[in-house]
């Protein structure tokens, strides 16, 4: 399995630009979780979705910040306008929604710049 | 709303055995996580408890007692490799949401 895939890993963009960062969930999991993390913050969860359906958005902190899962296998979280205090990096991760053991697998994250 | 405290940071010696705990107050309870994240990289599944005990894996032990809210993960024979951060997260409901504490950060020494 190629686990979680994120697209771009790296993206460096001046203030006011539009920006889309890409998951794709393990084939099959039906939860997926966009993730941000900074050194003062720590690891925050953004949004939700449960089969494609957002559950919770609480954490996206503005309106500026916008997710989407139009299907099972693609999901985009997109900033505009993007800010300096944007910069971060966002984690996508999915899971079967099994509960129990199950896990949540962690993408290798896409390292966001704002300048 | 959800609390969860782990120390900011921790240092230890090659081979020694070291303890980070983790203390949480959350509205529900349906269980802890422990993960590990290497600098520049994603945090990756370590242990998972939701019932009251130890749960053993190789060099890796978490223990868990709900009534006092509090977890810890045990780290045997340190490995250079060991240094990490290390992050608690409870699962709060029947539901898949995790929160997230703020991690320790694990230094281990020659």
């Known amino acids: 399995d190629a686990g979680v895939i994120q697209s771009p890993r790296h993206e460096v963009t001046e203030m006011g630009q539009e920006v889309t960062l890409r998951c794709k969930p393990i084939?099959?999991?039906?939860?997926l979780f966009w993730y941000r993390q900074t050194m003062m913050r720590g690891l925050e969860l953004l949004i939700y979705?449960?089969?494609?359906?957002?559950?919770?958005d609480s954490g996206m902190p503005e309106d500026r910040f916008s997710a989407k899962m139009p299907n099972a296998s693609f999901s985009t979280l997109k900033i505009q306008p993007s800010e300096p205090r944007d910069s971060a990096v966002y984690f996508c991760a999915s899971s079967s929604s099994d509960g129990g053991r199950e896990t949540q697998y962690f993408g290798p994250g896409t390292r966001l710049l704002v300048l | 709303g959800q609390n969860i405290d782990q120390p900011t940071e921790m240092t230890a010696t090659e081979g020694a055995i070291v303890q980070i705990n983790c203390t949480y107050q959350?509205?529900?309870?349906?269980?802890l996580f422990w993960y590990q994240q290497h600098a520049g990289e994603a945090p990756t599944f370590l242990s998972y408890?939701?019932?009251?005990g130890l749960e053993e894996k190789g060099r890796f032990s978490s223990f868990l007692s709900r009534s006092k809210g509090y977890s810890y993960l045990l780290l045997k024979e340190l490995q250079m490799k060991d240094s990490a951060s290390y992050l608690c997260a409870v699962r709060d409901n029947a539901g898949n949401m995790l929160t997230f504490g703020g991690g320790t950060r694990l230094m281990v020494k020659p």
């Open positions: 084939s099959g999991h039906n939860s």
């Open positions: 979705f449960n089969n494609n359906v957002p559950i919770d």
């Open positions: 408890n939701v019932l009251d």
């Open positions: 959350t509205s529900g309870f349906n269980g």
